[in-house]
Nanobody, 123 residues
């Protein structure tokens, strides 16, 4: 069983940067692809980014390509989401997730969710 804990959320000005962290507990961390999702009130949770367990293959939602960067440090059992050039529309609760395979994460194969961390962007 893997448990996830997000941190790093908070308030950031538009154009600023913020890094989210997701710490995973358990001995199978390196076998899982991991990713980030976000959700705002009244809307469905949406995919943001994913990374394979070896950290080479990454994927991003079109809205964040070239702006956000996902990475992982398996030594620390931690996945990061570097959020640069923040925009007001980036405000959401961000959730870390573990997929059911080692290659990718999508809504249909999420195995474990984190509790979420709120990111607010001021204009």
């Amino acid at each position: 069983q893997v448990q996830l804990g997000e941190s790093g959320g908070g308030l950031v000005q538009a154009g600023g940067s913020l890094r989210l962290s997701c710490a995973a507990s358990g001995r199978t961390f390196n076998r899982y692809a991991m990713g980030w999702f976000r959700q705002v009130p009244g809307k469905e949770r949406e995919f943001v980014a994913a990374i394979s367990w070896i950290g080479i293959s990454t994927s991003y939602a079109d809205s964040v390509k070239g702006v956000f960067t996902i990475s992982r440090d398996n030594t620390k059992n931690t996945v990061y989401l570097q959020m640069n050039s923040r925009k007001p529309e980036d405000k959401a609760v961000y959730y870390c997730a573990v997929g059911s395979n080692s290659g990718s994460v999508r809504m249909g194969n999420v195995e474990v969710w984190g509790q979420g961390t709120l990111v607010t962007v001021s204009s």
